[in-house]
């Protein structure tokens, strides 16, 4: 019975996240960024501190994607018509994507710079 509901969940968490990168041009953005983070990282042989910093930025952005668009959708539901706070309410949840998007490009920064100069450095 445990089990069977956990793997329902895990079922309707899936299809959250599939439904979001399926439907959402900025979901799939995050995820052409992911990718290419974690190729970026393999070439550069990031070490396991590193990877765990990326791995939390990465996964801050695709929850704050996640929590913006069930936002979205619920103040469309609950909101058709546009309305100033329906507006305000979204612009936030926005912000709070573009808040971890650039925490994220500059810990991706912070981790890949150093390895890129030593790459360029002994690469001559």
């Known amino acids: 019975m445990f089990f069977k509901q956990l793997n329902q969940s ?3 968490a899936l299809d959250g996240i599939f439904n979001l990168i399926k439907q959402e041009r900025n979901a799939k953005i995050h ?13 550069l042989d990031f070490s396991a501190q590193e990877w765990i910093w990326i791995s939390l930025a990465v996964a801050c952005v695709w929850v704050a994607e996640l929590i913006n668009t069930a936002i979205e959708r ?7 018509e546009q309305h100033p706070l329906a507006k305000q309410v ?4 926005a912000g709070a994507v573009l808040v971890m998007s650039l925490w994220a490009i500059v810990v991706f920064c912070l981790i890949a710079f150093p390895h890129l100069v030593m790459w360029l450095t002994f690469s001559n």
């Open 90 to 93: 979204k612009d936030y949840a």
């Open 74 to 80: 619920l103040t469309n539901l609950v909101s058709p």
């Open 31 to 43: 995820l052409a960024a992911t990718a290419l983070v974690i190729y970026v990282g393999f070439k």
């Open 10 to 12: 895990i079922g309707h």
